[in-house]
């Protein structure tokens, strides 16, 4: 191999690894330390330091760390060497599971001994959710209510028991202490999204 061949082949490695460490090192970004903004934009003008926050300013433009990175910025002078990169996707949501625990009871009629008895420790039945929120899950909690209140007269304050999975949600609700509401209150049939889980 030629002594201008073997230096062509240098001279093009030497440029390859510059233009590398230009395109790292020429903006520092949002969880960047403190040392790699110090390395890319230099000395601030001045430091402010409180607690675990430090503000470096730059002019009229600043850049806030929290635990030593770039948590905040602002860019009012233009002079920050600062690129956001872009967001990954928002995660899919998920789907849950709840079903409820009926804190007080009810009285009713048994006709098996003539006699009116109290029902206590109650448990709804479990409720699929798919792309769960709060306010799906509050949905099917006041149909409940709603309709425990329409069947035996008495309001009812309801605990909800919620997993995101769905053998968990179907361990706890067999070791209950209490019983199934006979009611079955198909709620998740008047919600959005809220689906009865056949078991």
Known sequence: MSKNVLFFICAILISL?????????SYYSLGSTEDEVLKIQGQPTSISKIGN????????????????????????????????????????????FV??????????????????IRIENEISDIYS???YTTDKQSEIEFCISKSYKEWTGENVILIPVVSGDKNTIITLW??????????????????????????
């Open 53 to 96: 926050s430090t503000t470096y300013f730059y002019s009229y433009s600043y850049v806030s760390f929290e635990n030593g990175k770039v948590e905040s910025y602002n860019n009012s002078a233009h002079n920050l060497k600062i690129k956001i990169k872009p967001q990954s996707p928002k995660p899919k949501k998920i789907g849950k």
């Open 129 to 131: 959710i798919p792309n």
């Open 174 to 199: 067999k070791t209950e202490q209490g019983k199934v509401s006979t009611q079955g209150f198909l709620c998740g049939q008047h919600t959005e999204e809220g689906i009865m889980l056949k078991l």
């Open 17 to 25: 690894t510059v233009n590398a460490q230009k395109k790292t090192s």
């Open 99 to 116: 079903y409820f625990q009926f804190l007080n009871g009810h009285t009713e009629f048994d006709n098996f001994s003539g006699k009116f």
